[in-house]
């Protein structure tokens, strides 16, 4: 089959296949580990409505240029890792491939700036990244963001840190470390990038990365190869180099972090894959991970904004790897979130007794009690099995004769006893019964 591709030309579609699977390096979340996202993502989440962050639901695609100008043109997310396309209007549209652009566009858009500041919104979802798969590096991967705008106050950044390290506590999640660092301000970054590509041109270094060090030199800080490291060994810090008040603000939030007992370590060196940084800068790193051992950053960008035809307003905030925490807490050996279950499982003996539970069930579930039924007609001891499956606490087993007398038995499942209650009492029988179990 051919589809027309945007552009022109056609898409082959090939239709006989025996089966499907899921596009590559993207993970699929099915029942019991969903359950474990569910309660990773949820938690975090819940650290940052605490401190009274609103939810933004935001478009998973938007205007290409916004993330080329946002995040970057010489990152490798913006040259080499988005799923850019023109859609069939011809617009060239990209899949997020990070949330601070997106959120800065829509704040801009519904004049949010102009109302209280700063503006606190907290968001959850996919975002896309054409990396070389690994474990821990997906192309959809899923994050926890917060963006706080329009206020300049080392204690904000405080804040935000704060609710990324309590949001992985609550999961229980303990072998991680918090790596920061400042990146300068407007008045000493121009400076020291002189300072850095005075240092690095004076290398032996290869044409790409000579190339690199014109563009974004920081970047080169960043290299992974043995003698490039060597080389810039002594290459000049940001920190040693930082304005007096870009200063003063980073030492107010290492202030602030140690008042609230939350553990840093510095680290000068950190670069970011982002572009948009701008003094306080930070990651989450857990040691058990592998290669793949960011499980959260974020981080000021304080001309952001204006870059995006806004007002000049401050900005920070953090992006939170849910796939990554999941790992993380496997590799602690802790589990989050509880498999789906039910309170009380039906037991149908015959279609009568099945079209009565089907009203009762959803009697129960009106009231809160988590019910699921035997369906397809099974007999009684495939019904039964189910019911133990299910994780239920109670079982409601109803035959014919039951149904004569207006009762059905409730049967505890966890010491097998069972006894009759009428069905008119069902709801409130059953809500004695588990409330009497916690
Ligand atoms: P980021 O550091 O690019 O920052 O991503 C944040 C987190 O998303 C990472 O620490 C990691 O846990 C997770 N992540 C990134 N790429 C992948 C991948 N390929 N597979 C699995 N997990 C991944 C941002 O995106 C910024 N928007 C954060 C921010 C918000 N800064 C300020 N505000």
Not at 18 to 46: M, Q
Not at 203 to 220: S, Y
Not at 398 to 417: C, T, Y
């Amino acid at each position: 089959m051919d589809l027309p591709r945007p552009g022109g030309g056609n898409w082959s579609i090939v239709t006989k296949t025996s089966s499907f699977t899921a596009p590559k390096g993207i993970p699929d979340y099915v029942p019991p580990a969903s359950a474990e996202f569910v309660a990773v993502r949820d938690g975090l989440v819940r650290a940052a409505r605490l401190a009274g962050y609103g939810h933004v639901e935001l478009p998973v695609f938007e205007d290409t240029a916004l993330f080329a100008r946002g995040v970057g043109e010489s990152t490798d997310v913006v040259t080499k890792e988005m799923y850019t396309f023109a859609d069939r209007g011809e617009r060239s549209v990209t899949l997020r491939p990070e949330g601070t652009a997106g959120v800065m566009r829509a704040v801009i858009e519904h004049g949010l700036d102009r109302g209280q500041l700063p503006v606190k919104l907290c968001y959850s979802g996919p975002f896309f990244r054409y990396e070389r798969p690994q474990a821990g590096r997906y192309r959809q991967l899923q994050q926890v963001g917060v963006e706080a705008i329009g206020v300049d106050d080392p204690a904000l950044d405080a804040e935000v840190i704060a609710v990324a390290d309590a949001g992985f506590r609550s999961l229980g999640l303990e072998g991680f470390r918090l790596e920061i660092t400042s990146l300068g301000d407007e008045t000493c970054r121009p400076q020291y990038r002189e300072l850095l590509q005075e240092f690095l041109f004076a290398l032996p270094l290869d044409e790409d990365t000579r190339r690199r060090a014109e563009i974004n030199p920081l970047r080169v800080l960043d290299d992974k190869r043995k003698e490039v490291r060597a080389l810039t060994a002594g290459a000049p810090l940001m920190l040693d180099h930082l304005s007096d008040s870009a200063k003063a603000h980073f030492e107010q939030v290492l202030g602030h972090l140690d008042a609230l007992g939350v553990p840093y370590v510095i680290n000068p060196r950190m670069v970011r894959g982002l572009d948009y940084y701008t003094k306080t800068t930070f990651e989450f790193v857990h040691d058990g991970l592998g290669a793949q051992s960011g499980i959260g950053g974020g981080g000021r960008y304080d001309g952001l904004m204006a870059e995006l035809g806004g007002q000049p307003l401050s900005g920070i905030g953090f992006g939170l790897g849910v796939d990554r925490t999941m790992l993380a807490l496997q590799a602690e050996g802790k589990a989050a979130g509880e498999p789906a279950r039910v309170d009380v499982f039906g037991v149908p003996l015959g279609e009568a007794a099945m079209a009565r539970l089907v009203v009762l069930a959803a009697e129960l579930r009106a009231a809160g009690i988590r019910v699921d039924l035997a369906y397809g007609g099974r007999g009684v001891k495939g019904a039964m099995k189910a019911a133990d499956r299910s994780g239920a606490a109670f079982a409601l087993v109803l035959g014919d004769r039951d149904l004569a007398d207006e009762q059905v038995g409730l049967k505890d499942l966890g010491s097998g006893d069972q006894r009759q209650i009428p069905l008119a009492e069902v709801v409130a029988q059953v809500s004695a019964a588990l409330a009497g179990q916690r």
